[in-house]
């Protein structure tokens, strides 16, 4: 694994409360992307970031805020956690200058109840 | 909009087959086509790319057909084992713009 630790690796939260998924990578790399992967629909990103206080939004953001305050770490919140957003998150970095590979983390599991 | 299509969502080889994933995409302006291998419990992982100005690339068991003109691209698996069992995603990007756009994801199943 390319230095990209995710926590919690697995949480069961209530409808309508607040959830913080953390990332963080070692590898000081510039770009960081929160994806969600759904059967049937893939990996669809959520937000990116390119840097500190640097983010912007994917296809599927309604219902979830990002921050990155420091190179390394990168938070994902959803703010009233809804049933549709049981799901598995996946964290990636990306060097940029130019290179495209993604590295992806270990993923989260949430199930909200 | 779905901008990779991404076909067929499952599929099951025999060992020793080859197994095919097909991918298209709209955007013409992608410049970048990476295909992810996943296996249960795991974040995806690059296994093979390629760039439109070639219409093949070979990496030991594994190769990429890029057709430019039809806007489509493949995934190959020549003698495919069950260790190759994992779901595949095909993907697109476009040079300095640092959003990978993914398909929806093929689950293989290689059977002995």
């Known amino acids: 694994d390319a230095g990209i630790t995710q926590s919690p690796r697995h949480k069961v939260t209530e409808t309508g409360t607040p959830v913080t998924l953390r990332c963080h990578q070692t590898?000081?790399?510039?770009?960081m992307y929160w994806y969600r992967q759904d059967p049937g629909h893939g990996l669809r990103l959520i937000h990116y970031?390119?840097?500190?206080?640097?983010?912007d939004k994917g296809e599927v953001s309604d219902g979830y805020s990002v921050s990155r305050s420091k190179t390394e770490d990168f938070l994902l919140t959803l703010e009233s956690a809804t049933s549709s957003q049981t799901s598995v998150y996946f964290c990636?970095?990306?060097?940029?200058?130019?290179?495209?590979?993604?590295?992806f983390g270990q993923g989260t599991r949430l199930t909200v109840v | 909009q779905q901008q990779v299509k991404q076909s067929p969502q499952s599929l099951i080889v025999q060992k020793g087959g080859i197994s095919i994933i097909n991918c298209a995409y709209e955007?013409?302006?992608?410049?970048?086509f990476p295909w992810y291998q996943q296996f249960p419990g795991k974040g995806p992982a690059l296994l093979i790319a390629?760039?439109?100005?070639?219409s093949e690339k070979k990496e030991g068991r594994f190769t990429i057909s890029f057709n430019k003109s039809a806007k489509q691209f493949s995934l190959h698996i020549m003698d495919s084992q069950p260790g190759d069992s994992a779901t595949y995603f095909c993907?697109?990007?476009?040079?300095?713009?640092?959003?990978?756009?993914f398909g929806i994801g093929t689950k293989l199943q290689v059977i002995p």
């Open positions: 955007n013409t302006a992608f410049d970048y």
């Open positions: 390629i760039r439109p100005d070639v």
């Open positions: 990636a970095i990306n060097p940029g200058q130019g290179r495209t590979e993604a590295f």
């Open positions: 993907a697109a990007s476009m040079e300095g713009y640092q959003k990978v756009t």
């Open positions: 590898e000081n790399h510039r770009y």
């Open positions: 970031s390119y840097g500190v206080k640097d983010t």
